[in-house]
């Protein structure tokens, strides 16, 4: 096993909200969406737009990461959410938005930005470090409640976030709903209990 190519490095980080120090607010409602002091850097036409997408481009935030590591740029969160629902990785009917679907995600992230990505399904989380050996990232779905890993997820996925690298049986990850900075960044969590949040399934990034 190469262990270097596993091993966590400097990887920029955003949150799926504007206000990343307001996420525990804007988790418990007492901050709503359309309120968030800092919503237009998302590239929102106005506040209604970026409430109605912010709880669910976190798969858009992990784009973010892996564009600023890659090329120190990091296109606003809906710029990119734009253009995947263009691809048909996002489905909005009427209210509702349906995604992120990961083929045309996959084709997205080909044809924008030069990106070379695999979807994976059917695995464990002790498959991820041997998926991170042939890849740069890992794109996995997760149950949000990954937050707060005492506990215990009422199911798995619905949420996404970038794991980046591992160690010693330990992935290390960033989450773009992370509700303070130790859920957020740079977060470590041995591979069983990343798997009791984990459907089993992401998007890996190749080199």
Do not use: K
Request: aromatic share 8%; hydrophobic share 45%; net charge negative.
């Amino acid at each position: 096993m190469d262990d270097v190519a596993h091993r966590p490095r400097a990887v920029p980080c955003f949150s799926q909200w504007e206000s990343p120090d307001r996420a525990e607010d804007i988790l418990s409602g007492a901050l709503a969406l359309a309120d968030d002091p800092n919503w237009a850097r998302s590239g929102a036409a106005d506040a209604a737009e970026y409430a109605r997408w912010a709880n669910h481009v976190c798969g858009m935030a992990c784009l973010r990461m892996v564009l600023a590591a890659r090329t120190g740029d990091a296109p606003p969160v809906l710029e990119l959410a734009r253009g995947a629902t263009e691809h048909g990785a996002y489905v909005v009917e009427g209210e509702a938005i349906r995604g992120l679907i990961y083929a045309p995600f996959v084709g997205f992230v080909r044809a924008r930005f030069g990106l070379s990505a695999q979807i994976v399904t059917g695995i464990g989380a002790r498959g991820i470090p041997g998926v991170l050996r042939g890849a740069e990232f890992f794109i996995a779905s997760v149950h949000p409640s990954i937050r707060r890993p005492d506990r215990d997820p009422p199911a798995r996925g619905g949420h996404l976030v970038l794991v980046y690298g591992e160690e010693d049986g330990v992935l290390i990850f960033h989450n773009p709903s992370g509700h303070h900075r130790a859920s957020r960044e740079a977060v470590a969590l041995p591979v069983e209990t990343f798997d009791r949040f984990f459907a089993g399934r992401g998007i890996a990034i190749l080199p």
